[in-house]
Antibody
Framework: QVQLVQSGAEVKKPGASVKVSCKAS????????ISWVRQAPGQGLEWMGW????????NYAQKLQGRVTMTTDTSTSTAYMELRSLRSDDTAVYYC???????????????WGQGTLVTVSS | EIVLTQSPGTLSLSPGERATLSCRAS???????LAWYQQKPGQAPRLLIY???SRATGIPDRFSGSGSGTDFTLTISRLEPEDFAVYYC???????FGGGTKVEIK
């Protein structure tokens, strides 16, 4: 069965960086894209970007351009999201999700990771 | 940038009642790229509907989606206790989420 397992909770100081991992199993990793979505406490869902695991293309939310990098390691079927220059308003649960159609990133997110809480606090 | 506005913000209903949730886009959206998700407290979102009206795998048929252009609707025909949650619409391709509708027990 398809599973996305994310790395554990992180506490970071303002200005630091965080790198969240998302290990996929149960499907051919390189056939699909991975999106990243975050949710601040008590707030709605915010799309952060996606990476195509088959060609490495990325698309980032404009507000995060320059601070976010998404990568994949196809040898371990793992996706990564790194966010730099952290601020307090980056405190959120970060989710990875599979983009559910083969070989396209224009797809709904059909399987989700369990979420990773990133807390930014001095 | 397309903005998705969901209404109402909160819907208070009883089990067995019908729920009608709205998602309005600031400009015309391809219905092929409109999805609905359900999120319960402490859980990741779950895909319910894609392509505006197609149910995702394993989703009960009491959930249905409809609409086109700028107006889309998620309908839950008869609310079950497990349906009380927050629902989000999304236009994938433009990567936008609506603000969510909370369906709570009246």
């Amino acid at each position: 069965q398809v599973q996305l397992v994310q790395s554990g909770a992180e506490v970071k100081k303002p200005g630091a960086s965080v790198k969240v991992s998302c290990k996929a199993s149960g499907y051919t990793f390189t056939s699909y894209g991975i999106s990243w979505v975050r949710q601040a406490p008590g707030q709605g869902l915010e799309w952060m970007g996606w990476i195509s695991a088959y060609n490495g293309n990325t698309n980032y939310a404009q507000k995060l351009q320059g601070r976010v990098t998404m990568t994949t390691d196809t040898s371990t079927s793992t996706a990564y999201m790194e966010l730099r220059s952290l601020r307090s308003d980056d405190t959120a649960v970060y989710y990875c999700a599979r983009l559910g159609w083969v070989a396209t990133t224009t797809a709904p997110s059909d399987y989700w990771g369990q979420g990773t809480l990133v807390t930014v606090s001095s | 940038e397309i903005v998705l506005t969901q209404s109402p913000g909160t819907l208070s209903l009883s089990p067995g009642e019908r729920a009608t949730l709205s998602c309005r886009a600031s400009q015309s959206v391809s219905s092929s790229y409109l999805a609905w998700y359900q999120q319960k407290p402490g859980q990741a979102p779950r895909l319910l509907i894609y392509g505006a009206s197609s149910r995702a795998t394993g989703i009960p048929d009491r959930f249905s989606g409809s609409g086109s252009g700028t107006d889309f609707t998620l309908t839950i025909s008869r609310l079950e206790p497990e349906d009380f949650a927050v629902y989000y619409c999304q236009q994938y391709g433009r990567e936008t989420f609506g603000g969510g509708t909370k369906v709570e027990i009246k």
